[in-house]
Nanobody, 124 residues
Framework: QVQLMESGGGSVQAGGSLRLSCAAS????????MGWFRQAPGKEREGVAD???????VYADSVKGRFTMSLDNAKNTLYLQMNSLKPEDAGMYYC??????????????????WGQGTQVTVSS
């Protein structure tokens, strides 16, 4: 199965930036879409962004204009550049991958594989 490893989390002040990475390994040829989710304490996991090999992408309204996702196919790595961070952006960020899907979505059940997460803390 596809294995995902996130990195790049940390602590920043509001207005700062972070870049998250998600390295995919094993059977990556089966991956059609990769995305980011986040979960704050006491809250449900929410979709942040998704990108598919077809070019289909989607961002949550709360991050549009501030977060940018990119995919390096040669390195099998997904990135999430997060700018103008707000305290409400804090939480555990998870990378996820899907197979046989061509349209981007932020609906968690449409993903097949999940990483362990990387923590993002934003102080006001």
């Amino acid at each position: 199965q596809v294995q995902l490893m996130e990195s790049g989390g940390g602590s920043v002040q509001a207005g700062g930036s972070l870049r998250l990475s998600c390295a995919a390994s094993r059977y990556t040829y089966s991956t059609s879409c990769m995305g980011w989710f986040r979960q704050a304490p006491g809250k449900e996991r929410e979709g942040v962004a998704d990108i598919c090999t077809t070019g289909s992408t989607v961002y949550a309204d709360s991050v549009k204009g501030r977060f940018t996702m990119s995919l390096d196919n040669a390195k099998n790595t997904l990135y999430l550049q997060m700018n103008s961070l707000k305290p409400e952006d804090a939480g555990m960020y998870y990378c996820a991958a899907a197979t046989s899907r061509t349209i981007a979505t932020l609906w968690a059940p449409r993903y097949n594989y999940w990483g362990q997460g990387t923590q993002v803390t934003v102080s006001s």
